[in-house]
């Protein structure tokens, strides 16, 4: 993949919650990282956490930077993949951190994916009630996502993300030249949440991601989606109103990935979701059959699926056990237009209504 637009200055993107902390977006910065991070605290040492891929690939690299720039660096690696994500590693973590002596004052780097990042950030977040936590997010799914907003999580037997908290980062570092060597399937992945932000709240940004691959403007697809959650966030830290916004898709897309016993990975389920939410907004009136078009066309363009095998009932039974639903009723995101959505509630038993005329059968 290439860098973009032939110019390399750093986006800075800065993240008002119940902290304020910047993100920063330039090819090239994974190799300064310590630099930036002894810019936001007067740490001695830092715990570098990552997965084994991530850390073969770009550790040696945020290792050496973070002692050139006068930290201890102590690292703990974890193999790969979301069934890590469990309150075993967590321990791990813990356990590592204070077998290290790390200190309230000291700072947790995470180097890798949402996995990473989330259970670092909850380590971060529990350690001696509190210590700082830069995220250098190197998929593209973490980068527009996972790493701003300050929701950390481990995974329970009965549910994904069960446990966790809302802790803000220090800083987040995204270096899109880190995100060159994602397996195809994640950089789809990644894609789907940065058309989610287009159909969610900004056509002009939908209609670039559909003349321009991603690939070919990543530091701009990067920072502009920060930018629209970034403003989510901070109207909404906690999750109660317009952040919703950011669920479209994801109502569905969860029943998807739950049906499949995660078998269909989050972006290509989110995809699915969004498909199937919009065609059921337009079989209501809600949208133009064109919105619907538009969408199906993008998601096609790169490589997402746009239907599902699973039948209404099987996605509701999945969408009842899911934790974020209470009691009777469920909130959707319905689109109105590329670029404008609505939050509605609905009675969970009109939902499977809702799934058939998504196309579910
Ligand atoms: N906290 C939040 O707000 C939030 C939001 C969305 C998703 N998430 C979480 O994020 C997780 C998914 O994140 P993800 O898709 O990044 O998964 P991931 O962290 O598992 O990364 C996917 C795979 O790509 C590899 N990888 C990472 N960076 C690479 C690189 N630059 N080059 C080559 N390989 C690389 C990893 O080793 C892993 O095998 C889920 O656990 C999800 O719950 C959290
Ligand atoms: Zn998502």
């Known amino acids: 993949m290439s860098g973009g637009m032939g110019e390399n200055r750093m986006q800075r993107i800065r993240v008002t919650a119940s902290r304020t902390y910047d993100v920063c977006v330039q090819e090239g910065l994974l190799a300064r990282a310590g630099a930036c991070v002894a810019g936001v605290c007067r740490a001695s040492a830092a715990a570098l956490i990552s997965d084994e891929t991530v850390f073969a690939l770009y550790g040696e690299t945020v290792k050496a930077s973070l002692e050139a720039a006068g930290f201890r660096v102590v690292c703990f690696l974890f193999p790969a993949g979301e069934s890590q994500k469990n309150l075993t590693t967590y321990g791990e973590i813990l356990h590592f951190l204070a077998a290290c002596r790390l200190k309230r004052s000291d700072v947790i780097v995470s180097l890798g994916g949402g996995v990473v990042g989330d259970i670092a950030g909850f380590a971060a977040s529990t350690y001696l009630r509190g210590l700082s936590h830069v995220q250098i997010p190197t998929t593209l799914l973490s980068a527009v996502d996972s790493s701003v907003g300050g929701k950390t999580a481990i995974n329970l037997d009965s549910a994904k993300n069960q446990v966790g908290t809302f802790y803000q980062p220090a800083l987040v570092l995204c270096d899109p030249l880190a995100l060159r060597s994602l397996p195809e399937q994640s950089y789809r992945e990644g894609c789907a949440e940065a058309i989610k932000y287009g159909v969610m709240g900004d056509e002009r940004f939908f209609s670039e991601l559909l003349d321009t691959p991603v690939c070919e403007q990543l530091a701009h697809v990067i920072a502009h989606c920060v930018m629209i959650k970034r403003d989510c966030v901070a109207a909404d830290e906690f999750d109660l109103g317009n952040r919703r916004l950011l669920n479209l898709g994801h ?37 133009k059959e064109e919105t619907l ?69």
């Open 251 to 287: 109502t569905i897309g969860h029943a998807v990935e739950s049906c499949s016993r995660y078998t269909v990975s989050h972006g290509y389920a989110v995809a699915i979701g969004m498909t199937m939410i919009t065609r059921a907004a337009w079989k209501r009136n809600i949208c």
């Open 293 to 361: 078009d538009r969408l199906c066309a993008i998601l096609e363009r790169y490589g997402l699926p746009t239907e599902t095998e699973y039948t209404a009932d099987a996605l509701y039974e999945a969408a009842r056990s899911d934790k974020k639903i209470s009691a009777s009723t469920l909130e959707l995101v319905l689109p109105e237009d590329i670029g404008r959505c609505r939050l509605e509630q609905i009675a969970l038993t009109e939902f499977p209504a809702w799934l058939r005329d998504g196309g579910a059968r």
